[in-house]
């Protein structure tokens, strides 16, 4: 039976590489049907600031299959990124990106890496909740779950096992964002002991990007929050040859999207000379994802048996390495003519699924006992002295609840700050009783009446929690 998908042909290059790869697909004999919706920069610019209609989602709900070439999101504010979107929508939270090097065909400083970026696809700071709060500053939430943590880093164990791979590194940032980064390490560390087959290790992001790019065959599968797999998964593609070159699949419960890691490249469009091996890459972890991997082993093999014979587009032509430089068109037939062919010096490739993933549906864990031990007042107050601010907060105080702390951008001012420091006009202020024991929510209401009096400018409050008698908050640096 023909699996029915849904395509987007996109913007800029994305007509182009769209139609080349149905080319490569048909001839290969996959088994699709396709139904076509429009989205991008030509809905955006009629009104649509999502840039897709309530018809084009129904229809890819429908489906639960879409392969989607490049779009363009129109600059300024007000436009919500599409991808972005699509991801949380459908729930797709996992983002799969292998990253392998085609030396000496395509050039490259890594000649040996084999990597896969799993990337979690729908939270951290790519929640995109902003807001402005003072003349000075802007908050942008970093949001980590434990639902997020467990499903994605599951996942890059099961695929880790179901591909036979040998090793899951996880990177993070905890000792700097000890909650949220925290939280994913310690997932990490319980799903990783559940698999003693495959190894683990964690890495601090800073110096396990410097490795990556350095070392890359160092690493095999590499597990993060959002935005570092969104940075380093372009990277660790750049670094294989080029990142045109590379596709991606976006994975949840019921729904799966498949596209190329590149933009839409507005330069190029119309030209019939850009390279449709990203897009192709992504249209081939589809026909994996729907169980038509001998098509995709065909197509794959074929694949780099076009770039072994040095049938390249402008991108990757070279002189000396390449035999033929060749338009997009030109190429997916290259690609269609050598269908049963394998590469010589490349490593052939061998789809198998012997492994089904194992992805259980994600379990509350028993409530913990949740206790309210202080609030932070978020202040907008353009003097610069912290001594003076506090004079000020301290006519908040009340019995046991003061003026425990003000800190600016983080780094404690007061007491005992340092002159040295720079402030914005942001300051956070914590109230916490004087033996750390529970404060109710009605004593906050009576510190925002108290300097609403005072014409204290609170723009923001958060609560402090303990959660099983662990106080779950950041000091304040320098505390």
């Known amino acids: 039976m023909k699996t029915r998908i849904t395509i987007a042909k996109g913007d800029g290059i994305g007509p182009e590489i769209m139609d080349a790869t149905l080319r490569i697909l048909e001839a290969a004999g996959a088994q699709l049907e396709y139904d076509e919706i429009q989205v991008g920069e030509k809905v955006y610019l009629s009104g649509n600031t999502a840039g897709i209609a309530p018809e084009a989602w129904d229809i890819i709900r429908k489906n639960k299959v879409f392969l989607k070439a490049p779009i363009t999101t129109p600059q300024g504010g007000g436009y919500k990124s599409l991808n972005v979107t699509t991801r949380k929508f459908l729930g797709l939270y996992a983002n799969i990106r292998p990253c392998f090097s085609l030396h000496p065909f395509v050039q490259t400083k890594h000649p040996i890496m084999d990597v896969v970026i799993i990337r979690e696809n729908e939270e951290d700071l790519y929640a995109g909740i902003e807001h402005q709060q003072t003349d000075e500053v802007i908050q942008c939430l970093k949001l980590i779950s434990r639902p997020g943590c467990e499903k994605i ?11 036979n791979r040998k090793k899951v590194t996880c990177f993070t940032k905890d000792n700097i964002m000890k909650q949220t980064d925290g939280l994913f390490h310690k997932v990490f560390d319980e799903i990783a002991a559940e698999y003693p087959e495959i190894e683990n290790e964690h890495w601090i992001i800073d110096i396990g990007a410097a490795k990556l790019a350095d070392t890359p065959e160092y690493f095999d599968v590499i597990v993060m929050p959002n935005l570092y797999g969104d940075v380093l998964s372009d990277i660790a593609a750049q670094i294989t040859g080029s990142v045109g070159l590379a596709g991606s699949s976006n994975i949840g419960e019921t729904c799966a999207m498949f596209e190329a890691i590149h933009g839409s490249a507005p330069r190029r ?13 992504g249209a081939l972890l589809m026909l994996n994802h729907i169980g038509q991997s001998e098509i995709a082993e065909r197509i794959q093999n074929a694949w780099l048996k076009t770039l072994e014979d040095g049938i390249h587009t402008y991108d990757l032509f070279k002189e000396g390495t390449s035999s033929k430089q060749v338009s997009t068109s030109d190429f997916a037939q290259a690609v269609i003519d050598r269908l049963g062919q394998k590469p010589q010096t490349l490593k052939p490739v061998e789809y198998k699924a012997d492994v089904q993933l194992n992805l259980p549906a994600y379990v509350r864990k028993a409530p913990m006992k949740k206790d309210l031990i202080g609030v932070d007042l978020f202040v907008h107050w353009a003097g610069t002295a912290a001594d003076d601010l506090a004079v000020q907060v301290q006519q908040l105080n009340h019995g046991d609840l003061k003026l425990k702390m003000i800190t600016n951008r983080g780094i404690k001012v007061w007491p005992d700050g340092f002159p040295e420091t720079f402030c914005t006009d942001h300051w956070r202020c914590r109230f916490q009783n004087v033996n750390n024991s529970p ?11 108290k300097a609403e009096e005072i014409s204290l400018d609170v723009v923001k409050t958060e609560n402090l929690y303990a959660f099983d008698g662990k106080p779950a908050f950041s000091l304040g640096q320098g505390q």
């Open 269 to 281: 469009a119309g030209q019939n000379v850009a390279n449709p091996s990203g897009l192709l890459q």
């Open 153 to 163: 880093v599951r996942y890059a164990f099961e695929y880790a096992k179901q591909m």
């Open 439 to 449: 404060i109710t929510k009605q004593q906050i209401i009576n510190l925002l009446q």
